[in-house]
């Protein structure tokens, strides 16, 4: 009885975290979601959202977190199964998600430099006789940077659902003459979809509210969400815009991961 009581007050703290810092914003946010700027109640920014400007911008949150998801699935998969067979593979997979410990805005601008017009990359492109490009503000470097920004949290959930595998199936699905292809299709691929599930929440959730990456690597040129929050916020003081955007897209994040969940099951 003492042991109940004990964890039932052990839950408090933990408890006052999630109303202070989770659930009291989550209410302001929807609160502020009515206020135009003026302080005044309306129903005008949600209507804003049905707008053709809003829409692109909503169509391209999408459209973008979920190419970077899919890359990310498509490299970071391979990926964590090479790590899982190789020698020293806690080693080789602590380097791998070594950059998600170094900040977001300190990796954007290293990345700057390494594609600017006097970085490096552009010098081996002289160097080979291509000719300096133009690497920056464009679609394929806001999709690259925010690749290799999120692939470690795919690679780290699926090389853990790969290493929870019980070795005896594989051999048994070997033993009973599958080939390699056979026994990754019917054995490896279905135990790992828990991996899968976590990865895709892990990028596509996060990539969907991008704006700092919008904003430095592509030069406002590709305008998602997450930037038009930042603007409402930061420059037109909009806080009723920017948190009726931020609600859709909390509520979208909600339906993502309900829908990958009953897709994986």
Known sequence: MKTKNFGRFALIPYAIWIV???????????????????????????????????????????????????????????????????????????????????????????????????????????????GGQQLLFNDFSFIFVSTYIFIPFMILPIFNAIEKINPSLIYASRDLGASNITTFQRVIFPLTKDGIQSGFQLVFIPTLSLFMITRLIAGNRVITLGTAIEQHFLVTQDWGMGSAIAVVLIIAMAIVMYATRKIMK
Do not use: C, Q
């Open 20 to 130: 202070l810092f989770v659930i009291a914003p989550l209410l302001l946010i929807a609160y502020n979601s009515f206020l135009d700027i003026e302080g005044n109640f309306t129903l005008l920014n949600y209507a804003k959202l049905f707008s053709p400007v809003y829409m692109k911008m909503m169509f391209n949150s999408f459209l973008y977190a979920s190419i970077v998801t899919a890359v990310s699935l498509l490299v970071g998969y391979p990926v964590a199964y090479l790590l899982s067979r190789t020698k020293h593979k806690r080693l080789w997979l602590v380097l791998m998600i070594l950059p998600s410990w170094i900040n977001l805005l300190l990796k954007t601008y290293a990345f700057l430099g390494i594609l600017g017009t006097e970085g490096p990359v552009n010098a081996f492109l002289e160097a080979i006789g291509i």
